[in-house]
C-alpha cells in the first residue's frame, strides 16, 4: 500500500531563517506530487505541484520555492521566511484516478 | 482552474441532528471529489463523482451530484461526534492535474 511520509511534524523558526520541507511517498512510482499551505481554520491553496522529476508548476508566486530531486520526494524551501508563511503545509500524491491523497501535514510557525 | 463555491461556512448541530453542505460552480464540472479533515489532521479522500445526476452511499453519507454537473452536495444523516471536522469539496479540470477546493464546511456536533 502507498504511504507518505511529512517531516518535521511541527516547526517554529524566526522570520528571516531558511526552511526546508520534506515530503516522501513510498509504494507508487511517477507520482503527481503536489504542496499546499492552508491557514489556521481557512481553505486549501496550492503552492506547487510536479508531475516528474525536476519538473516543478508554481501556482501563486511568493518566496517559496520547491524541487524535486527523486521520483517519490518532494521538498519545499525558502531562503528567507516571512510571518505570513506561518501555516499549515500539505504534501499529497495522485496516482491514476483524480483523487489526491495527502501526509500529515507540518505546522509551520514563524515568529 | 474550476471556481467552487463552499456553503454555509460553519455548521453547528445537536447530535442526532441531519447536516448538509453545499458546493456550486459557475461552470461545468468534470468531477466532483470530497475531503474530510477532522481537528488538527489532513484531508482524507471520502468519494468522487462524475455523472450527472449521480447518488452515492457511505453509510450515514449520501453525496449527490447535480444534473447540470454545476453543483453537488453531502448529507449527513443523524450526525454523530465523530462526524466532527471540516468537509471540502474540490474539482478537477478534464485532463488537469490541479485540484480546485472549496473553502470548506467546519461542523460541530453538539452532545
Known amino acids: 500500500s502507498q504511504t507518505i511520509h511529512q517531516w518535521p511534524a511541527t516547526l517554529v523558526q524566526p522570520v528571516g531563517s531558511p526552511l526546508s520541507l520534506e515530503c516522501t511517498v513510498e509504494g507508487t512510482s511517477n507520482p503527481n506530487l503536489y504542496w499546499y499551505r492552508q491557514a489556521a481554520g481557512r481553505g486549501l491553496q496550492l503552492l506547487f505541484y510536479?508531475?516528474?522529476?525536476?519538473?516543478i508548476s508554481s501556482e501563486v508566486p511568493q518566496n517559496l520555492s520547491a524541487s524535486r530531486p527523486q521520483d517519490r520526494q518532494f521538498i519545499l524551501s525558502s531562503k528567507k521566511l516571512l510571518l505570513s508563511d506561518s501555516g499549515f503545509y500539505l504534501c499529497a500524491w495522485r496516482r491514476g484516478g483524480n483523487e489526491q491523497f495527502f501526509g500529515p501535514g507540518t505546522r509551520l510557525t514563524v515568529l | 482552474g474550476q471556481q467552487v463555491m463552499q456553503i454555509p461556512q460553519y455548521q453547528h448541530v445537536q447530535e442526532g441532528e441531519d447536516f448538509t453542505t453545499y458546493c456550486n460552480s459557475s461552470t461545468t464540472l468534470s468531477n466532483i471529489q470530497w475531503y474530510k479533515q477532522r481537528p488538527g489532521g489532513h484531508p482524507v479522500f471520502l468519494i468522487q463523482?462524475?455523472?450527472?445526476?449521480e447518488v452515492k452511499k457511505q453509510k450515514r453519507l449520501t453525496f449527490q451530484f447535480g444534473e447540470a454537473k454545476k453543483n453537488s452536495s453531502l448529507h449527513i444523516t443523524a450526525t454523530q461526534t465523530t462526524d466532527v471536522g471540516t468537509y471540502f469539496c474540490a474539482s478537477s479540470g478534464a485532463g488537469s492535474y490541479q485540484l480546485t477546493f472549496g473553502k470548506g464546511t467546519k461542523l460541530s456536533v453538539i452532545p
Open positions: 510536479s508531475v516528474g522529476i525536476g519538473q
Open positions: 463523482l462524475v455523472k450527472s445526476g
